[in-house]
């Protein structure tokens, strides 16, 4: 299958899982809501993250844009999500860069995964750049940092769990190979 194709059937299961299950989902951390955060889990960003090591920065962000006004339509956010998804879409080469030991291009055709490039540095590359998006999101959300408390416990709280479901979705529509490392 096309590598175009296979992104853009990615695209499309990636935001249906988003729009039409996890933003009707409201979570809390505690059962007491009393000044606690009611957020929501974001696993769209995994759009941008599993695209091919050799796509440019220029196309990195022309696509997040898309993902995140596509985001943006759906939850009525005027463009906080696209703000978000382009700021990490501009990062993630140098991220990238940074994590693995050999220059990008020396990994034709190949994305970024468990299997190129194993689980610590998998999840520490998709854990930093997904902290970095909700940081961006939220700050501008909620665009006062009077209560900076309450801004870092919504920060804290959905990033973990959009972590957790991002391994989840890795897991299960994702193959691995058994027995090698």
Request: charged share 10%; proline share 5%.
């Amino acid at each position: 299958m096309s590598v175009y194709l296979k992104n853009f059937f990615r695209f499309c299961f990636i935001m249906l899982i988003q729009i039409l299950i996890l933003n009707k989902i409201t979570l809390r951390w505690w059962s007491q809501p009393s000044g606690f955060p009611i957020f929501i889990p974001y696993v769209y960003p995994l759009f941008i993250l599993l695209l091919t090591f050799e796509t440019p920065v220029w196309l990195l962000i022309i696509l997040g844009f898309i993902t995140g006004i596509t985001v943006d339509t759906f939850m009525n956010t005027a463009g906080i999500h696209a703000c978000a998804t382009v700021f990490i879409a501009y990062l993630r080469t140098n991220v990238l860069n940074a994590l693995l030991p050999k220059n990008l291009s020396e990994y034709p055709n190949q994305s970024p995964s468990i299997k190129n490039m194993g689980w610590m540095p998998f999840l520490v590359y998709s854990g930093f750049l997904i902290l970095l998006h909700h940081i961006v999101f939220f700050t501008i959300e909620l665009w006062n940092i009077s209560n900076i408390g309450y801004l870092l416990l919504k920060i804290a709280a959905s990033a973990v769990t959009s972590m957790l479901f991002i391994i989840a979705y890795l897991l299960l529509f994702t193959r691995q190979s058994i027995g090698k490392s």
